[in-house]
């Protein structure tokens, strides 16, 4: 079994309103995250929750192995997110799979892929690699879920992958890193994207 956490509790203070909310196609972004993860085929996708919570969950349509969770010390950085959703992943979890919810460009197919390389025996973090550059989604096996949980602050997994590269196998994606939703130039660009950009998935 494996757990999507998706991480979606931050107060966007670049964008000065919740980028969870900002509308793309008439869905909120975070949508896009949601239904990429449930179209790989996750076992569970944990929603981790923060800034404007009940508003965020409000907005939201949830596949079914889908649910949210609340994390009270959003405030204090990513790291305490990533523990949240680790708390709340099912006890049956092999291994939790992280995703961005400020990436609605991701694609089922990447995180299929990380997923498919994990089952095959790749080691215990599998990371996307989109020609040459890593990135989301990263998969962790629960053996390395302590290193995860002892990060602090507003720091990530890119700590646990930095420490330890010898447990990392990259997966070749063959395609674009999916851009971070920071700025409203940011914004405007994703909603110019492509036929390979969130507004033409069909969800």
Same mark, same amino acid.
């Given at each position: &079994?494996?757990?999507?956490?998706?991480?979606?509790?931050?107060?966007?203070?670049?964008?000065?309103?919740?980028?969870? *909310? &900002?509308?793309?196609?008439?869905? /909120?972004?975070?949508?896009?995250?949601?239904?990429?993860?449930?179209?790989?085929?996750?076992?569970? *996708?944990?929603?981790?929750?923060?800034?404007?919570?009940?508003?965020?969950?409000?907005?939201? %349509?949830?596949?079914?192995?889908?649910?949210?969770?609340?994390?009270?010390?959003?405030?204090?950085?990513?790291?305490?997110?990533?523990?949240?959703? *680790?708390?709340? !992943? %099912?006890? %049956?979890?092999?291994?939790?799979?992280?995703?961005?919810?400020?990436? /609605?460009? &991701?694609?089922?197919?990447?995180?299929?892929?990380?997923?498919? !390389?994990?089952?095959?025996?790749?080691?215990?973090?599998?990371?996307?690699?989109?020609?040459?550059?890593?990135?989301?989604?990263?998969?962790?096996?629960?053996?390395?879920? /302590? +290193?995860? *949980?002892?990060?602090?602050?507003?720091?990530?997994?890119?700590?646990?992958?930095?420490?330890?590269?010898?447990?990392?196998?990259?997966?070749?994606?063959? !395609?674009?890193?999916?851009?971070?939703?920071?700025? &409203?130039?940011?914004?405007?660009?994703?909603?110019?994207?492509?036929? +390979?950009?969130?507004?033409?998935?069909?969800?």
């Amino acid at each position: &079994m494996i757990s999507g956490i998706v991480l979606a509790a931050g107060t966007s203070s670049r964008l000065g309103q919740p980028k969870q *909310l &900002m509308d793309l196609g008439g869905r /909120p972004v975070l949508q896009y995250v949601l239904e990429a993860g449930a179209a790989a085929g996750l076992d569970e *996708l944990v929603v981790v929750l923060g800034h404007r919570a009940e508003d965020v969950a409000a907005a939201l %349509s949830l596949p079914p192995a889908a649910r949210t969770v609340v994390n009270p010390d959003y405030a204090t950085g990513q790291a305490s997110s990533m523990r949240t959703g *680790l708390a709340a !992943a %099912s006890p %049956s979890a092999q291994a939790a799979l992280l995703l961005l919810g400020d990436q /609605p460009a &991701m694609r089922p197919a990447d995180i299929r892929a990380v997923v498919d !390389a994990y089952r095959s025996g790749a080691g215990p973090i599998v990371q996307g690699s989109y020609r040459g550059e890593p990135g989301h989604p990263v998969l962790f096996d629960r053996s390395v879920w /302590p +290193d995860l *949980l002892a990060v602090e602050g507003d720091r990530g997994a890119r700590d646990v992958i930095k420490a330890h590269p010898d447990w990392v196998t990259r997966v070749d994606l063959n !395609a674009d890193l999916p851009p971070d939703l920071d700025t &409203m130039d940011d914004y405007e660009r994703m909603k110019q994207l492509g036929d +390979d950009g969130p507004l033409q998935r069909l969800l």
